[in-house]
Nanobody, 126 residues
Framework: VQLQASGGGLVQAGGSLRLSCAAS????????MGWFRQAHGKERELVAV????????YYADSVKGRFTISRDNAKNTLYVQMNSLKPEDTAVYYC????????????????????WGQGTLVTVSS
């Protein structure tokens, strides 16, 4: 599956952004989907995960209550709504798709994913 992330940009602290990830090439609903981020000089870390039908989600503690992951299987698109952004949210955000496991909670680490988008940069100014 090919993944194309978009929606990044520069925003002031306290602002909002919505990232999108358009999927093509395979059946989108066959994949668990995740958002990860990587700040400069740091390891890639989980933002959020969503199950195949969208009924189950999981969030990193750092974004819980501020970010909302969702998916539209009819449009083959993954989203993350990011509110109350903080400077520490500054990073390149990646979407990822995984199909090997049926336990959504296994998708909290990058190595469980099969496909990655190219990343979109989010910069939050103070």
């Amino acid at each position: 599956v090919q993944l194309q992330a978009s929606g990044g940009g520069l925003v002031q602290a306290g602002g909002s952004l919505r990232l999108s990830c358009a999927a093509s090439g395979r059946t989108f609903s066959d994949y668990a989907m995740g958002w990860f981020r990587q700040a400069h000089g740091k390891e890639r870390e989980l933002v959020a995960v969503i199950s195949w039908g969208g009924s189950t989600t999981y969030y990193a503690d750092s974004v819980k209550g501020r970010f909302t992951i969702s998916r539209d299987n009819a449009k083959n698109t993954l989203y993350v709504q990011m509110n109350s952004l903080k400077p520490e949210d500054t990073a390149v955000y990646y979407c990822a798709a995984g199909a090997a496991y049926r336990d959504i909670y296994l998708y909290t680490v990058p190595r469980q994913y099969d496909y990655w988008g190219q990343g979109t940069l989010v910069t939050v100014s103070s």
